[in-house]
């Protein structure tokens, strides 16, 4: 039985919430939206069984924003926040948060860059004050840029050990002809030498704006409090010039191989070519069609045809991963190097059965029912609540999202995701990556 | 912890799987657990722990055998995971697969664990769908189906899994070179996923017996956290789960290993980009009190960025990409301390390990000051009240003791870790952390190379001492 997820408005300075109502009632978390006077965005959600709360900026500079030459400029630009401030070095940024058994973590992505702190409800206004100190006031210091820049190109060798990283490196390099979605996130082994501190300060300047934000503070904070203690302080960042030069990433027309050969006992395969951005409309229906194909876990036909069938696999799942640009679609696995060719025939041939005729009812009622069900447990923790928030707002998703979401996945029927499957995936044009021992994966 | 095959998508965190709880370990109890946890034992043995949390409709179900690779043996190692796998394969009343399926059809999430010391199943889903999970899993405790066709396709699964854990990762591969040497008498000595060539040797006899035998009310138990009342979820519990045979409780004492009495040391020459450095010191579990003065020394050395190790190692030296220290506190027998580096490219090893040897010195030389203490103290309090806002968690965190000893000693632990003096970590790192006591393992990287096949299964058990 599908719930109706109905859009209310609250009484309140700011209008938004997550309502709910159906045959019984499925609590949703409050939310609050508001835009500060710098323009950035600010969403709350109050919950107060545990006395911590936690805030998450999204920051519109994820590695997408890197210059040609400069890949990994983001992601050590978000790093670098945490290196030293105008009033603290490094030592005594790491000393006060650890005092608070808090913790301030940057992380870079592809689209965005976030920094997230987590802090206990009786230090919520030193946590505050350390978030925008490091937020608005970083320096980048030459020497800590250094060593950083030493230990990503340590991290991007040790990655090397990772089969599967390995390949996705592989897979993306071959795929993107150009574009911002090409290079991993924390740059390349020839880009970050060439990285420095002015570099990142350069990138600092241009993007790290509350104009180019969203805040997402949820837990133990009232109303109150964020009109008094959120808002006051994080008004006082500067608001910038917003600079967004269009980019496109450019796709690698398939069929190609990419062989990489190690001394290895499995096989990591890649198999995949050009997805679909966020806001594409086939969106839900592409969610559905992937459940079925590869996403849905041990009900997926991939994990049933190569693992539960034939024991090939531990792993084997399909994704697209959509963002602000068309990102990828990938279908991944690992088996044994002589494995290798019949596991990459038995994929294949799953898309195009996926393209050949429609699911079965009982698979789409299947995909419908997990998709929907299990929507709650997106934001069952305030860790998950914030990323959630945040994304609702980045990609324009809109605040009846929730009970949009049930719809938009009900609606889609069989013959919807048959014309997905036709128009986005192409099993004869792939980019294989194949990282293994090749002499014994023995791949044409 | 061996995690049985949700969608896994890629980027292992490098190293040792067997850590995935650490946080918890490092992060658990509460004064009043006590108060708001409910336990009762239905007729038939089964012991059911109870935990309302309505802050989600949500409800985390899991039910844990008393049965890991503790419980195996020589040679067939390795089968309570295989097992643990067979468990998705059905009963008389179910299909292969329809366990999965079926939660997922009801929006929710699966999965299951084997680790040494037990095997968890759990659902997490909607809070009025609870009734689907406990009628699943109430019919394979009693009556799985254990087909020959089913096991020789899943045991080429579990060593695909193998490989892709063990086999092709040089730092796992390490530790389970280095947990064999430590242990040499108790179960401890072999990895939780078999050795390649007892997987081979496991028949479809052995996991009936090994299934009859801990697969029972008398060997298990049932955690539920979530939003639900206690009344009503116990009610269900005994119409769901009362009238299965209680089946008989098995013995759990293993052999202990005899005091260590001098170093250990091994390496692994293999192909990898850069060494990796571990040191495992033999120590007690939380069934003595240094236990969680050895808690105290974990966050000490590797407790956020402000801590020794990343401190000096990462920092002030930049000798290294990172250095952890890890305790074994809830082990069900005495087990390992942790303290292990992977060296940035081109330093040199013995420099990567005098550094942290100077380390662990100096919890035996100097004091702690009272304001690291403090912090210390401050980090593990705060951590579990961050683990609270999981359901999960909370179910891991009652589950895993009642393993270990009793859910209900998780209230000594923060009181016991406010009590810890500097001179307690004098003594213990005086008396525990010292060379006698330790193996070290070394990972020396060879230039990786194309070309030939690894022998198979080369999984370096010829090394071990039996």
């Known amino acids: 039985m599908i719930r109706l997820l109905r859009f209310s408005a609250v009484v309140g300075f700011f209008l938004l919430s997550f309502g709910s109502m159906g045959e019984t009632l499925l609590a949703m978390p409050l939310v609050q939206r508001m835009t500060l006077s710098n323009q950035m965005v600010l969403l709350t959600s109050e919950e107060r069984s545990l006395p911590f709360v936690t805030l998450q900026l999204l920051i519109d500079a994820g590695s997408r924003r890197d210059s040609v030459g400069e890949e990994g400029a983001a992601y050590l630009t978000a790093k670098g926040l945490l290196l030293g401030t105008a009033k603290r070095g490094e030592k005594a940024i790491n000393e006060e948060l650890d005092f608070m058994g808090a913790s301030l973590n940057s992380s870079p992505g592809r689209d965005y860059a976030t920094l997230n702190l987590r802090v206990l409800k009786k230090d919520l206004e030193k946590g505050l004050d350390l978030f925008l100190e490091v937020l608005t006031q970083p320096t980048f210091p030459q020497e800590e840029v250094k060593r950083e820049v030493q230990k990503t190109l340590a991290a991007i060798q040790a990655a090397e050990d990772q089969p599967e990283d390995v390949a996705e490196k592989a897979f993306k390099e071959n795929l993107f002809l150009s574009g911002p979605y090409r290079h991993p996130i924390e740059g390349t082994k020839k880009s970050l030498p060439l990285i420095t501190r002015e570099t990142l300060d350069r990138l600092y300047k241009k993007y790290y704006h509350p104009n180019h934000s969203i805040l997402a503070v949820v837990g133990d904070i009232t109303r109150e409090e964020v009109k008094t203690k959120l808002v006051p302080r994080f008004e006082k960042w500067p608001k910038g010039k917003t600079s967004d030069a269009p980019v496109q990433n450019v796709f690698a027309k398939g069929p190609k191989t990419v062989k990489i050969d190690r001394m290895l006992t499995q096989a990591s395969i890649i198999l995949g070519h050009a997805g679909v951005s966020r806001e594409n409309p086939d969106y839900y229906a592409l969610t559905v069609m992937n459940y079925i194909l590869g996403g849905g876990g041990f009900s997926s036909r991939l994990m049933e045809e190569v693992r539960n069938k034939r024991g090939l696999a531990y792993s084997v799942y399909s994704f697209f991963e959509p963002g602000k640009l068309p990102g990828s679609f990938q279908v991944g696995l690992q088996t044994k190097n002589v494995s290798a060719r019949e596991a990459i025939s038995l994929a294949r041939e799953e898309m195009k059965r996926i393209q050949k005729e429609p699911v079965s009812e009982k698979e789409i009622e299947g995909a419908r029912r997990y998709l929907i069900g299990s929507f709650p447990m997106r934001m069952d923790t305030q860790g998950k609540l914030v990323n959630f928030l945040l994304q609702v707002e980045y990609y324009g998703l809109g605040w009846d999202y929730p009970g949009k979401y049930s719809r938009l996945i009900q609606s889609v029927t069989r013959e919807e995701v048959l014309r997905v499957a036709r128009k986005y995936l192409q099993p004869e044009n792939c980019i294989l990556v194949v990282v293994a021992n090749q002499k014994m994966a023995d791949i044409e | ?466």
Request: glycine share 6%; charged share 25%.
């Open chain 2, 1 to 466: 912890m061996l995690i049985s095959g949700w969608k896994k998508r890629g980027r292992r965190k490098a190293g040792i799987f067997l850590f995935v709880f650490f946080l918890l370990s490092a992060s658990l109890a509460e004064a009043g657990l006590q108060e708001r946890v409910f336990e009762t034992t239905l007729s038939n043995g089964l012991k059911v722990i109870l935990l309302e949390n309505p802050k989600a409709p949500l409800i985390t179900f899991h039910i844990w055998y008393r049965v890991g690779s503790r419980n195996e043996e020589w040679g067939k190692t390795g089968l309570s995971h295989v097992l643990e796998h067979m468990m998705f394969k059905g009963t008389k009343k179910y299909g292969p697969e329809d366990y999965s399926r079926i939660i997922q059809e009801n929006g929710g999430e699966t999965n299951a664990f084997t680790s040494r010391d037990y095997t968890g199943y759990f659902a997490t889903l909607r809070s009025d769908r609870v009734q689907v999970v406990m009628d699943l899993e109430a019919d394979r405790m009693p009556n799985l189906n254990l087909r020959q066709e089913d096991f020789v396709t899943e045991r080429m699964v579990v060593m695909e899994e193998r490989r892709q854990r063990t086999e092709d990762d040089p730092q796992s591969f390490l530790m389970e070179q280095l947990e064999a040497t430590a242990f040499q008498v108790q179960p401890y000595h072999w990895p939780i996923i078999g050795w390649m060539e007892d997987l081979m040797r496991i028949t479809l006899e052995d996991l009936k017996r090994h299934y009859q035998t801990y697969y029972s009310p008398a060997n298990s138990f049932l955690v539920a956290v979530g939003d639900f009342k206690k009344g009503e979820m116990l009610s269900r519990i005994e119409k769901t789960f009362g009238s299965i045979p209680p089946g008989t409780a098995q013995k759990q004492e293993k052999p202990q290993d005899p005091p260590q009495t001098g170093e250990r040391r091994i390496s692994l020459r293999k192909e990898a980009q850069l060494p990796f450095l571990v040191m495992g010191y033999r120590v007690p579990n939380l069934h003595h009190p240094d236990a969680y003065v050895l808690e105290v020394i974990s966050a000490i050395l590797s407790g956020g960025k402000s801590s020794r190790l990343y401190q000096k190692l990462v920092l002030e030296k930049e000798l290294v990409l990172e250095a952890d220290a890890e305790n074994s506190l809830l082990s069900k027998d005495p087990a390992l301390f942790y303290v292990y580096a992977t060296p940035l490219p081109g330093k040199p090893v013995g420099e990567v390990e005098k550094a942290l040897e100077e380390e662990i010195e100096r919890l035996q030389k100097e004091p702690v000051d009272k304001r690291e203490l403090e912090k210390v103290k401050n980090q593990l309090e705060s951590s579990f009240i961050y683990s609270q806002d999981s359901l999960f968690f909370q179910a891991m965190l009652l589950a895993r003791y009642e393993i270990a000893q009793s859910w209900k000693v998780i209230d000594q632990y923060l009181p016991l870790i406010q009590r810890v003096t500097p001179e307690d970590i004098q003594r213990v790192a005086r008396q525990y952390l010292i060379p006698d006591n330790r193996t070290a393992g070394t990972l020396i990287p060879l230039p990786p190379k194309p070309g030939q096949e690894p022998p198979v299964g080369s999984s370096g058990r010829d090394r071990i001492t039996r």
